[in-house]
């Protein structure tokens, strides 16, 4: 017997369908798979012109790990976060090797490959193979925290365990896919984090937040980590119409993509034409430069960090010499292009 809770935001899902991207597209596991991992922390509509671009690229897990991951990561670009791409091609490439192609269709077999944690697991699990396994993001914690009346902190484990529990009890006799996509949408149109529309909700003679008086003091949130500063100066060196990058190594943020040569400082204040001097000549060994312009300071927010970035705009005065293969000379115009293919 399906629990009150399952039928009405089944039909509520069902008087509310929401079209996505990806309906008249192929929805096999590796399609499921694609779409999980670039909508998490990615709005629909921002997400979906990507998704429709890497899958045209790459069909298949067989084309994906065939890729080399520098053109991966090119059909990231813009979304951010690229350890999932990172974890993409490397989840695609154990698949072909390890698993002769076959994706796994078990929940734990999922979880084993790389970058899919609990929520991808069950979200592709009930999507692709119609298994039990509830899917618990922000949105399901909302929406389970007020119904159920739930006060401690969503952020614990405990309380993330509980609301788990509960979507599973709620799920039982239902598809589980359906519940999913329903309580997830839901969560997104209905049970919003401000002004939700409780008048016609089809939960309200149930919820506990509502019959309390207590919508807006749920759910609860542990304080916020503070964000730390990063202030990023990038050099762009030019040379004949051509501008420098180098490949990020190390386990940094933005690993193995390109960018002009960066001086990490304490403060957005720029660097001393002396100290870009110096900066430029300990990649190139040539001491003369130009400097250009300085770009004002622009921030960028990450999930723990705030990137405040410059550019500082440097011309070579002679030729630079050979560089080693993590460095690239490329035109204004491959830039553009490479811009474009977001
Ligand atoms: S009544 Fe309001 S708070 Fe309760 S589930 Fe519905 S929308 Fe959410």
């Not at 694609?34 to 909508?39: F, L, Q, T």
């Not at 396994?133 to 009346?149: A, L």
């Not at 990450?302 to 405040?308: A, E, K």
């Amino acid at each position: 017997m399906p629990s009150v809770f399952a039928k009405h935001i089944l039909h509520w899902q069902a008087n509310n369908p929401r079209p996505l991207p990806w309906d008249n597209g192929p929805r096999d596991p590796y399609h499921i798979w694609i779409s999980e991992i670039i909508m998490q922390q990615t709005r629909i509509e921002q997400g979906a012109p990507y998704y429709l671009k890497f899958v045209n690229r790459f069909p298949s897990v067989k084309s994906l790990a065939d890729a080399p991951l520098d053109e991966v990561l090119r059909y990231w670009q813009g979304l951010g976060y690229y350890t999932r791409a990172r974890n993409v091609h490397k989840a695609a490439v154990f698949i072909n090797q390890q698993l002769d192609g076959v994706f796994p269709d078990t929940y734990e077999g999922l979880l084993a490959l790389p970058g899919i944690g609990p929520y991808s697991a069950a979200a592709i699990s009930s999507f692709a193979f119609g298994l039990s396994y509830p899917v618990v993001d922000g949105n399901v914690k909302r929406v389970i925290s007020r119904y159920e009346g739930i006060t401690s902190s969503i952020d614990e484990p405990t309380t993330h365990n509980a609301i788990r529990d509960t979507a599973s009890k709620y799920m039982k006799g239902v598809s589980p896919g359906a519940f999913n996509q329903a309580i997830m949408n839901f969560g997104a149109l209905v049970c919003k984090p401000v002004n939700p529309g409780c008048t016609t909700c089809p939960l309200s003679r149930k919820c506990y937040a509502l019959q309390n008086g207590m919508v807006t003091a749920l759910p609860v949130r542990s304080k916020k980590k503070s964000v730390i500063f990063r202030y990023f100066h990038f050099v762009v060196i030019t040379w004949r119409g051509k501008v420098l990058l180098q490949r990020r190594d190390g386990k940094d943020i933005w690993q193995g993509l390109y960018t002009p040569p960066m001086m990490e400082r304490t403060a957005a204040r720029a660097p001393s034409i002396r100290q870009l001097e110096t900066f430029v000549k300990s990649i190139t060994g040539l001491g003369g430069i130009a400097h250009i312009q300085s770009s004002p300071a622009q921030q960028q927010l990450l999930s723990h960090q705030t990137i405040v970035g410059r550019f500082h705009f440097i011309r070579l005065l002679s030729p630079p010499p050979a560089l080693d293969d993590s460095f690239v000379w490329v035109t204004k115009k491959m830039l553009t292009t490479t811009r474009d293919q977001k």
